[in-house]
T-cell receptor, first 113, second 115 residues
Framework: DQQVKQNSPSLSVQEGRISILNCDYT??????FLWYKKYPAEGPTFLIS?????DKNEDGRFTVFLNKSAKHLSLHIVPSQPGDSAVYFC????????????FGAGTRLAVHP | DTEVTQTPKHLVMGMTNKKSLKCEQH?????MYWYKQKAKKPPELMFV???????INESVPSRFSPECPNSSLLNLHLHALQPEDSALYLC??????????????FGEGSWLTVV
């Protein structure tokens, strides 16, 4: 039972354009969401997060949008740069007191010149 | 400083060996985690320690034995592993509790190959 879904395994974007990565979740009890970026052979690097009490959070080129009613969030990267090419994981915190992080399957972003 | 340090970066071990993976953080975090990641899959939670006590064990086989000697260190002891246990093992840390705004920081991982 996949509680966090990233239905697009890959995305290809031209440099300078906007990259939009999508994520859906099924558990309405999730109240905090994070995006991680991962290069091969490295650990995930935290990018940006959003609490369920907000619908938008922005940090430089990265913006995360949350639509609670649709149980959907998206990560916008603008402008996209070749160095953004990596696998992006959406993750949700499962409450219960222990910060259990549930990951989506990941989307591989390729930004080409 | 948001660094979680893992050693070794790479480990090759036989099925009869006993080895350990080590993790260290100096962010004052009181929650530490072990995740396992297989190729082309997302990380999967193995263990959670909160205030040096084991809080979650995701039904991990006993050949994996976690240990949290103090608030900065987390070990994963390995014994009698199988080739299918070969994976990237990720350590992470965060503030304890589910306060919104907690961020979980990951280390670079330890690549384990069981032969």
């Amino acid at each position: 039972d996949q509680q966090v879904k990233q239905n697009s395994p890959s995305l290809s974007v031209q440099e300078g354009r906007i990259s939009i990565l999508n994520c859906d979740y099924t558990n309405s009890m999730f109240d905090y969401f994070l995006w991680y970026k991962k290069y091969p052979a490295e650990g995930p690097t935290f990018l940006i997060s959003i609490s369920s009490i907000k619908d938008k959070n922005e940090d430089g080129r990265f913006t995360v949008f949350l639509n609670k009613s649709a149980k959907h969030l998206s990560l916008h990267i603008v402008p996209s740069q070749p160095g953004d090419s990596a696998v992006y994981f959406c993750a949700a915190i499962d409450g219960g007191g222990y910060n259990k992080l549930i990951f989506g399957a990941g989307t591989r972003l390729a930004v080409h010149p | 400083d948001t660094e979680v340090t893992q050693t070794p970066k790479h480990l090759v071990m036989g099925m009869t060996n006993k080895k350990s993976l080590k993790c260290e953080q100096h962010m004052g975090h009181r929650a530490m985690y072990w995740y396992k990641q297989k190729a082309k899959k997302p990380p999967e939670l193995m263990f959670v320690y909160s205030y040096e006590k084991l809080s979650i064990n995701e039904s991990v086989p006993s050949r994996f034995s976690p240990e949290c000697p103090n608030s900065s260190l987390l070990n994963l002891h390995l014994h009698a592993l199988q080739p299918e246990d070969s994976a990237l093992y990720l350590c992470a840390s965060s503030q304890a509790g589910t306060v919104a705004g907690n961020t979980i920081y990951f280390g670079e991982g330890s690549w384990l190959t069981v032969v």
